[in-house]
């Protein structure tokens, strides 16, 4: 299906107010069987997906700007994934890459590289999920360089497993009750130009005085440079509140790395295959890393995760890390048709067509006073981050008006989560229609002007 089809739903379609009698059935059988480890936004039971429309079990019909966590960027069950994956499925299903070879994944490979935001030459590890690609690039950054510290950022969400988790500083509670965590791990603030940790006018200055905190400050009196393997940073923090760094940031921090022979790591697992706009976010600076770690899009659904990083980076020998269903063939056929239709479809053109739209009729909204919540419209792509504040002055944030704005578009049948502290997250399938899209964002509009004006 091409993203030009033309007769897809624009609104959603109610028919019972959700949760229905089928959907808390299923919460209850949930909350009984499952570890309640995690949040969930609200109760959405979904039945099946096509592209950008949600079915629940009560035959609602939603329209989606979640894209499952920003994993389906080229809409749900999409036929030439899912063409080729039946392909694959007739072939066979697993042969563990770690002890034997397969064509697919080699091809994959040569993909991945060849589109890698880095020149020369590069190599690939296979991983399950974004988690995993960070634990990878951990191990390869260490090991490489005989190095044992990392710098992180505030603020960052990396992932859950144990040397993941030490990365993250996203939320408290994720790391609360692990430790001892994965030892030798610095963070440093992000800079975050509406709320910048040093106070600064402006996003460039911001952006200089992080570098600065870095140099003056954990190379000046934490640990010397010489001993720090590498620095991981998503180029546009997701969970953290879709923050983008000043324009300046991150050239100046990629030239910090090279002057102490620090790995530049990039974690593009939310901000890849043209989520902004770029097949990769660091794209959008000009800048090359040492190391890219993927998941999520990757694949349209299908576990997989991945890290391509420059060949001489990439040498841990033989036996020193594996993964038995990293590479996965059934996955590895669904990511190589991921990519095809991406480039086929130009959905990284598409996805900054729309997401200039969005940015425009947002901001427009705030400059305007129509929906006086909105702090600070930000964003590249589809990948847009609508801060909610309750005083401009003080920037005290919306948290309860955002909860609220987000259980209403539910019920209305419209699919959006939050980020960051009171952020709105906007992040549709890149295949979505510019009808449907901007629907959904007006009615994002509606529910943030009414809860502005309780």
Not at 52 to 65: A, H, K, Q, R, T
Not at 308 to 326: C, K
Not at 387 to 415: C, H, N, Q, S
């Amino acid at each position: 299906m091409s993203c030009a089809a033309s007769n897809r739903p624009s609104k959603p379609k109610i028919v019972v107010e959700p949760p229905g009698p089928r959907a808390r059935e299923l919460l209850e059988r949930d909350k009984r069987f499952l570890m309640q480890s995690f949040v969930r936004w609200y109760p959405l039971v979904v039945e099946r997906a096509h592209d950008y429309i949600v079915y629940d079990v009560d035959g609602n019909m939603y329209i989606d700007l979640n894209s499952g966590l920003a994993v389906l960027n080229v809409g749900s069950t999409n036929p030439y994934v899912i063409e080729a994956v039946k392909k694959q499925l007739e072939k066979f299903t697993h042969y563990s890459l770690t002890d034997f070879y397969y064509e697919n994944a080699v091809v994959l490979a040569e993909k991945l590289v060849s589109i890698a935001p880095f020149r020369g030459d590069g190599k690939v590890f296979y991983t399950n999920s974004g988690a995993e690609s960070i634990e990878a690039a951990i191990k390869v950054s260490r090991h490489h360089t005989g190095r044992q510290y990392i710098i992180g950022f505030i603020g960052a969400f990396h992932g859950r497993t144990m040397g993941a988790v030490s990365l993250t500083a996203s939320k408290p509670v994720q790391r609360k009750g692990f430790s001892p965590l994965v030892p030798s791990i610095i963070h440093v603030p992000y800079p975050y130009p509406y709320r910048c940790p040093f106070g600064a006018e402006t996003p460039e200055e911001c952006g200089e005085q992080v570098i600065g905190y870095i140099e003056e400050w954990v190379f000046g009196k934490l640990v010397d440079p010489s001993e720090v393997a590498a620095v991981f940073i998503e180029p546009i923090q997701g969970e953290g509140g879709y923050i983008v760094p000043p324009d300046n940031f991150m050239p100046k921090l990629r030239k910090l790395t090279e002057q102490h022979g620090i790995l530049l790591v990039v974690d593009e697992v939310q901000t890849g295959f043209c989520r902004t706009g770029r097949m990769f976010a660091i794209e959008h600076w000009s800048v090359e890393p040492d190391i890219v770690a993927l998941a999520k899009a990757i694949a349209a659904g299908f576990p997989l995760g991945a890290i391509v990083g420059r060949a001489e980076v990439m040498d841990i020998e033989p036996g020193g890390h594996a993964s038995t269903f990293g590479g996965n063939p059934v996955s590895v056929a669904a990511a190589l048709a991921t990519i095809e239709y991406i480039e086929k479809e130009r959905l990284c053109e598409r996805a900054s067509r729309l997401g200039e739209k969005v940015i425009k009729r947002f901001k427009e909204a705030m400059e305007t006073g129509e929906a006086p919540l909105i702090g600070d419209v930000r964003g590249k792509g589809l990948m847009i981050g609508v801060e909610l504040v309750r005083d401009k002055k003080t920037k005290e944030p919306a948290r309860k008006e955002l909860a609220d704005i987000l259980m209403k578009l539910f019920k209305r049948g419209y699919l959006v989560i939050g980020a960051g502290v009171s952020t709105v997250r906007i992040a549709p399938p890149l295949t979505i229609t510019e009808e449907a899209l901007m629907n959904a964002v007006e009615a994002v509009i509606e529910e943030i002007k009414r809860a502005s004006s309780k």
